[in-house]
């Protein structure tokens, strides 16, 4: 048999560098036409982590400004501009865009034994969509920023002197962005699975990604109407929303969080489909309860589409309140049937504390945190008196923040040995992975008390009685900045130092593992055969970790028996 | 203020749930909302422990001390699959109905003559309230023990009637009338504040809920309330400036704020934003008062909300007295 199949190369560790994805062209124009999944993942990885680290310097800004009551270092106007800018760059071009388009872009093809998604120029021409809807949003700042909320409220969107119509402009391309990489990966997901990878033999973050992307696809177009209606009243006076035309601001309340709602969803599912790589991964083990994890995502992609109304709680009509009300606790269901799956998988586990898994276990408790103070708001009673407060702010950044950002982080850890070929620091990791929880609870755990006591969202001032919980709240902004500052230069010092990663570092048997680190352009050098993603008797540990884990006899076996029965198909074809 | 102002030990350790979560009840709901917060609050912590702990153990007691260790465990049960779906379903199911029933308590407004209605009127970036006399106040008084129901409008955008001691919210709508109740059980003073965000003074759109002891102290107060009594006119001209949220935006200082100051505004001429120019004297005052896009000044938004029907003649006389007097210098 020739050497040149992957599963013996891996095997080998390999002498010399072969060539790979990075270094097989170069040249700015070899990026910026690429049409190679892994390329553009990577694009997308770089341009999202200059958007978040905007947005997140604005937290800074704004957390220090908060540090005492009355004014510190910035003015209302300036402080409102940062809020709302922090929260739509987060959302629209950090969170969104995050897990999907950055690192699902790299991941899925590899996941299938693909080449590449189904549709590649799509898939680049998402890319220049996000840039273009950054560019747009950069754009806004310099033409009077934005001061409305990321939330676009009118009439006050629609009065205010600021760059209502060039923001919006910008995260109506972003969606197309957004909608173009939903349908990519629905058909790759759907049509690209090798021969012998049925659904229920999908990798579990498949699942995921395929119900993000199918919300992607259903909701971004609502989103799109929602603001091309705003940009015509601004611009041609058309009254859907303002009373003064005759319009009705709940109208927009209505269209914005029929998309936003089941946006929270986009962002924390793919968070959801990692989380279930890495517990499964580093526990050694296959999941507990394969096919309650997959449904659960699709419950929650459905679920997610009915519960809108949940932000209207003290506005819109008692009978309303009360279905939404009932509705929202549905999601709670397949939420937590996702926990207590995590949890029973790591049962009798061979559980390892690498980096990925502590960000994984960060995730844990701080997504039980977010998704328990859940119930405080879905309870009507309760969510009257902590609506619009601090309490929602930090049961949304349990969520989004320690549920999808550290998700992400982890899933960076757990893949960044494939895409770069290097290993990072793992005491720095820890380190940095412990940083940020501790940084993350105190900057947040205070907000629920405050919101508790009374402390309305979106303030640029606030009463005395609330300066201790801002206080630490500021504090642990700046533990959590440095704790992430260290995650970055841990990841960018070891493309030059890290030591050389082997094909598969972690002992996963999904087939992106199969493939060299960092992968040859098409992936795979031969057509890779399905197999069981979780069966962990594919791998056995090499030796040593510059060797890794190597296929073992039985998964060489399956791949020589593929290989006999394509030979096979090629001389009845001939 | 102290640097980190951290509660010392011998408080913490006398302190109660109400001093870390919900304040003081001052209103009827308040015992119930309260009731059902710490019911979740104690389910909560349940399942969080339950996380944690087992989180914790699992790590420690399955820790990898080798590459290639045994694993084991079931990889379905469905006796557990069923278990925790129903009894989180059980759980969020009750929450859902006690959460409702509470909810409509608040959301139904008392019928009957005998509850007292306030109209209340917000706009960027000041409350008022108008009380069924006529009378008009920028803090909202209200009798103990006695059922207030509130009609709420908006001028401009959307804010929020927020009164936590009451565990009580709403939003108040632009084109809409938002009608809320509630019983105060409690004489004293209590925050009102904005809670949906409306630009730039949003935080500082706040006012006071006074409780008076009981309806008849109530009573003998609105009966008396007149708050220019006895006052110079240039002084009861400064009450009306400074109680009907012109200070939000105007001063008299000379600087300019959200709002050209005011210093000067009688006898200085002026370029508004059409071109045109005027030398801006007490009619311009009153016009601006009571319709204020007619003419704005260059360079502002015209972002001020229109007092008409809402001060009388005698106040806008009132203001004019003030502001002649702060222009003379």
């Known amino acids: 048999m020739t050497s040149t199949s992957v599963i013996d190369k891996t095997a080998q560790g390999g002498d010399q560098e072969p060539e790979n994805f990075l270094t097989c062209a170069s040249g700015v124009k070899s990026w910026l036409g690429t049409l190679d999944h892994k390329r553009i993942g990577i694009m997308y990885l770089i341009c999202i982590t200059f958007a978040f680290t905007a947005a997140g310097l604005m937290a800074l800004v704004i957390r220090s400004e908060l540090f005492f009551p009355g004014e510190q270092l910035v003015s209302p106007s300036t402080y409102n501009q940062l809020f709302t800018l922090h929260g739509a760059m987060m959302v629209f071009l950090f969170i969104i ?20 998604v189904a549709f590649p120029k799509l898939n680049l021409t998402s890319w220049y969509l996000w840039v273009t809807g950054a560019i747009f949003f950069v754009c806004a700042l310099g033409f009077g920023g ?10 006050y969107s629609t009065t205010t002197s600021s760059a209502v119509v060039l923001s919006v402009l910008g995260a109506f391309i972003l969606g197309f962005s957004s909608i173009a990489t939903g349908i990519n990966f629905v058909v790759t997901i759907q049509k690209m699975r090798p021969e012998g990878m049925g659904w229920f033999q999908m990798p579990l973050s498949l699942w995921a990604f395929y119900a993000t992307a199918v919300i992607q696809v259903l909701a971004t177009p609502v989103l799109g109407i929602t603001l091309l209606m705003l940009i015509a009243e601004r611009t041609l006076d058309v009254g859907f929303f303002s009373p003064s035309m005759g319009g009705d601001p ?4 209505h269209f914005f969080w029929f998309y936003s709602h089941p946006a929270v969803y986009i962002m924390i599912l793919p968070a959801m489909g990692v989380i279930s790589e890495l517990i499964t991964t580093f526990s050694h083990k296959r999941p507990f309860s394969y096919s309650f994890i997959a449904y659960s995502s699709i419950a929650i992609a459905i679920f997610g ?9 003290t506005t819109q009509s008692p009978v309303a309140n009360m279905i939404f009300s009932l509705l929202t606790f549905s999601v709670s269901i397949p939420s937590a049937v996702k926990v207590f799956n995590w949890l029973t998988t790591m049962y009798k586990g061979s559980i390892s504390l690498a980096t990925p898994m502590m960000h994984a276990l960060s995730f844990l408790l701080l997504f039980t945190i977010g998704g328990l103070t859940g119930l405080f708001l879905g309870t009507l009673a309760t969510d009257i008196p902590l609506h619009d407060t601090y309490f929602v702010v930090a049961h949304f950044h349990y969520v989004m923040m320690g549920g999808t950002f550290v998700a992400f982080l982890g899933a960076l850890y757990y893949w960044w040995p494939k895409m770069f070929g290097r290993m990072y620091n793992e005491f720095w990791g820890r380190i940095a992975a412990v940083g940020v929880f501790i940084g993350f609870n105190l900057t947040f755990f205070p907000q629920f008390i405050a919101g508790s006591q009374g402390m309305p969202r979106r303030y640029f001032d606030y009463l005395p009685q609330f300066t201790v919980y801002h206080q630490w709240s500021t504090v642990g902004a700046f533990v959590l900045g440095g704790s992430i500052l260290i995650a970055a230069l841990n990841l960018l010092s070891s493309l030059r130092n890290g030591a050389k990663a082997p094909a598969n570092p972690w002992g996963s048997p999904g087939l992106e593992w199969v493939a060299a680190s960092p992968p040859s352009h098409y992936n795979f050098d031969e057509d890779v055969p399905g197999r069981d993603p979780y069966d962990m008797e594919l791998v056995e540990w090499g030796g040593s970790p510059e060797v890794g884990y190597v296929p073992s006899a039985k998964a060489k076996a399956a791949f020589e028996e593929h290989r006999k029965k394509i030979a096979a198909q090629s001389r009845g074809a001939h | 203020m102290g640097l980190l102002n951290i509660p010392s030990l011998p408080s913490m350790s006398a302190l109660q749930p109400q001093d870390i979560w919900m304040p003081e009840q001052a209103s009827t709901f308040a015992e119930n909302v309260d009731w059902l917060f710490y019911g979740i609050l104690y389910i909560c912590i349940f399942f969080f422990v339950l996380v944690t702990a087992l989180t914790v153990y699992f790590v420690v007691k ?34 859902w109905f006690e959460g409702f029933r509470g909810f409509m308590e608040m959301r139904s407004s008392p019928k009957g003559a005998d509850a007292l209605r306030v109209i209340v009127n917000a706009q960027k970036w000041s409350w008022d309230f108008t009380y069924p006399n006529g009378a008009m106040t920028q803090d909202l008084h209200v009798p103990a023990n006695h059922k207030v129901v509130l009609s709420l409008n908006s001028l401009d955008v959307l804010h929020s009637f927020y009164v936590n001691t009451f565990r009580t919210k709403m939003d108040v709508v632009p084109g809409r009338i938002n009608e809320i109740w509630f019983e105060p059980t409690m004489a004293g003073e209590f925050t009102l504040q904005c809670a949906e965000y409306c630009g730039d003074e949003h935080s500082r759109m706040r006012s006071k809920v006074i409780v008076h002891e009981d309806k008849a102290a109530f009573d003998t107060w609105l009966e008396s309330y007149d708050p220019y009594k006895g006052l110079e006119p240039i002084a009861a001209g400064k009450l009306v400036f400074e109680s009907k949220g012109c200070t939000q935006c105007h001063n008299v200082t000379g600087t300019n704020q959200i709002g050209p100051t005011l210093k000067g505004v009688i006898g200085r001429e002026r370029e508004f934003a059409d071109g045109t120019k005027m030398v801006t004297d007490a009619n311009y005052v009153r016009e601006s008062v009571l319709d204020s896009k007619a003419k704005v000044v260059k360079g502002f938004d015209p972002v001020m909300p229109n007092y008409k029907g809402r001060i009388s003649d005698k106040e806008i006389g009132f203001l004019i007295e003030y502001l002649t007097e702060v222009s003379k210098n």
């Not at chain 1, 709940?250 to 309340?253: D, K, N, R, T």
Request: hydrophobic share 50%; proline share 10%.
């Open chain 1, 305 to 313: 589409f009915l519960v809108w109304g949940h932000h209207m709680f």
């Open chain 2, 62 to 95: 399955y820790r990898r001390k080798s590459p290639m260790q045994e694993t084991g465990g079931p990889t379905h049960n469905w006796f557990l699959e069923i278990t925790w779906c129903a009894i989180p379903l059980a759980i969020v199911g009750w929450m």
């Open chain 1, 146 to 155: 934005l001061d409305t909320g990321w939330t676009l409220y009118p009439p």
């Open chain 1, 250 to 253: 709940v109208l927009f309340q």
């Open chain 1, 97 to 116: 865009p995050g897990i999907p388009a950055a690192l699902g872009n790299f991941v899925i093809p590899m996941m299938l034994g693909a080449k590449d």
